[in-house]
């Protein structure tokens, strides 16, 4: 009697022990599901948050470009023509394809080439422009739309922007290539004295690209910037492969 006593309380234990289980595996498992499903809101939250940040710098960076080009080709009427004929280039892909979330790296790099032309206008002919593009247009990401738009603007404006155009040995030097698909703009330039790297820096077009690819390429890219004895040079790696396949497999 008391055998069989045992085997009950046996059997009635192991019973609790596996419907405790169950429930705590069940229990496990509906957190599982709430903690996907919240991780997949806060995803949605974060891009939809970095999408009007982004849509807030570029509502700042592009009356400031429009301002810099418009005082380039007011400076040299003599070469109205030319001048107009790049500035309607450049405003035609800010005010229809910066609206776009990616352009392709062919779009963003004749975009480049043309702001490029636009600035040298107001420039003395004989100063020293080092300008070379290495493009592949082979390359399988040369079309694709993975480029985010006006992401070059920020390095070449600066570099007008700071040069001492006066002094003897004052170049710029801007270097533009897409090899393996990955992107590369190399720009070095003679500072000026009046503008110290502190002070560029600090200013708003700087922040902007470091704050958009931050948030679009996040760790596919690197922008490396120093100064050694007046001479400022940045350097913009994107790997634009990677980010292309991330986008196709997450069906963004």
């Known amino acids: 009697m008391i055998h069989d006593y045992l085997i009950f309380i046996g059997v009635f234990a192991i019973f609790l022990f596996l419907a405790a289980m169950i429930y705590l595996f069940?229990?496990?498992q509906k957190l599982k599901q709430s903690n996907t499903k919240l991780s997949e809101s806060n995803k949605i939250i974060e891009q939809r948050l970095n999408e009007v940040r982004l849509e807030h710098i570029g509502t700042k960076l592009n009356p400031h470009l429009f301002k810099n080009i418009l005082n380039s080709v007011q400076s040299h009427?003599?070469?109205t023509y030319m001048s107009l004929d790049k500035l309607a280039n450049?405003?035609?892909?800010?005010?229809?394809?910066s609206n776009n979330k990616y352009v392709s790296p062919k779009e963003?790099?004749?975009f480049a080439l043309s702001l490029i032309e636009i600035n040298k206008i107001k420039v003395n002919p004989l100063f020293d422009f080092r300008i070379k593009f290495k493009i592949n247009k082979t390359d399988t990401i040369y079309e694709e739309k993975v480029?985010?738009?006006?992401i070059s603007v920020d390095l070449i404006e600066n570099a007008f922007k700071h040069t001492d155009f006066l002094a003897q040995d004052s170049f710029i030097s801007i270097f533009m290539e897409l090899e393996n698909r990955v992107f590369t703009m190399k720009v070095i330039n003679k500072a000026s004295l009046k503008n110290s790297l502190e002070k560029e820096k600090s200013g708003f077009g700087s922040q902007s690209l470091d704050q958009r690819l931050k948030m679009i390429y996040n760790t596919?890219?690197?922008?490396?910037?120093?100064?050694?004895n007046g001479i400022f040079t940045a350097e913009l790696k994107i790997n634009l492969g990677e980010f292309?396949?991330?986008?196709?497999?997450?069906g963004r």
């Open 26 to 28: 069940s229990q496990n």
């Open 77 to 79: 009427a003599y070469q």
């Open 90 to 97: 450049v405003l035609d892909y800010i005010l229809y394809e």
């Open 108 to 110: 963003e790099l004749n």
């Open 147 to 150: 480029f985010a738009p006006l």
């Open 220 to 228: 596919h890219y690197q922008l490396e910037k120093s100064s050694k």
């Open 244 to 250: 292309y396949d991330k986008m196709r497999y997450s």
